[in-house]
């Protein structure tokens, strides 16, 4: 699991936070995502039926991407997005319940942490990566956090693409939400905006 993750994350080092998608529009954003570059998906569980949803991008294009979900909460969230096929976990916390059960269930698990003594009790509990959220404070501060926290980080929370290659110059990859996806968005605007992100992640 961890190998076919770092192999994408070569390919393009940005997970597509779909928060607010339905069912009904999985398939045509996957494919907008997939022709754009992007290999990692993740449906937030604040979205409408969003284990359906993960069944969904499972089903559409699981051997192409990678799905996963976020905003999971419980270790009963974490065995749900197991079930809809969903393949890592990431949350907004460090949660230590959630990210065993992540692991038990053969998940990678990327818990949202915010200062060094937050990061360093996840990897403790098994965390595999660690998520920077909300990353205000820059991409400074990420390595400021590095000289100490010997893990892969990603940074979450206001990435775009002004700040994109800042942030991956310190980062092992970045979550981006509103940037790549957000209800109501056209096609055309997700496939304009996507493949400047990715060009960006790229050089």
């Known amino acids: 699991m961890k190998t076919r993750f770092e192999d994408l994350l070569t390919e ?23 022709q754009a570059g992007v290999r990692l998906l993740e449906i937030p ?12 991008a499972i089903r559409h294009c699981g051997s192409s991407m990678m799905v996963g979900a976020g905003t999971v909460l419980t270790p009963e969230e974490t065995e749900q997005v197991g079930e809809a096929g969903g393949q ?12 065993r059960r992540t ?6 698990s990327m818990p949202g942490f915010f200062t060094a003594s937050e990061g360093f009790d996840a990897l403790r509990a098994g965390a595999d990566y660690l998520k920077l959220f909300p990353a205000c404070l820059g991409p400074g501060y990420i390595k400021d956090l590095k000289a100490v926290i010997k893990a892969p980080i990603f940074a979450v929370g206001g990435v775009n693409a002004k700040n994109l290659s800042e942030f991956l110059k310190v980062c092992r990859g970045a979550g981006i939400g509103s940037a790549f996806y957000k209800p109501g968005k056209s096609l055309d605007d997700l496939a304009r905006d996507s493949a400047e992100l990715v060009r960006i992640a790229r050089q």
């Open 103 to 108: 692991k038990e269930l053969g998940m990678l």
């Open 88 to 99: 890592f976990i990431i949350s907004p916390n460090t949660y230590e319940p959630v990210i």
């Open 45 to 56: 569980l604040n979205s409408p039926d969003p284990y359906k949803s993960i069944a969904a």
């Open 12 to 34: 393009c080092p940005l997970i597509a936070i779909l928060r607010g998608i339905t069912v009904d529009e999985v398939p045509a954003v996957c494919d907008v995502l997939f």
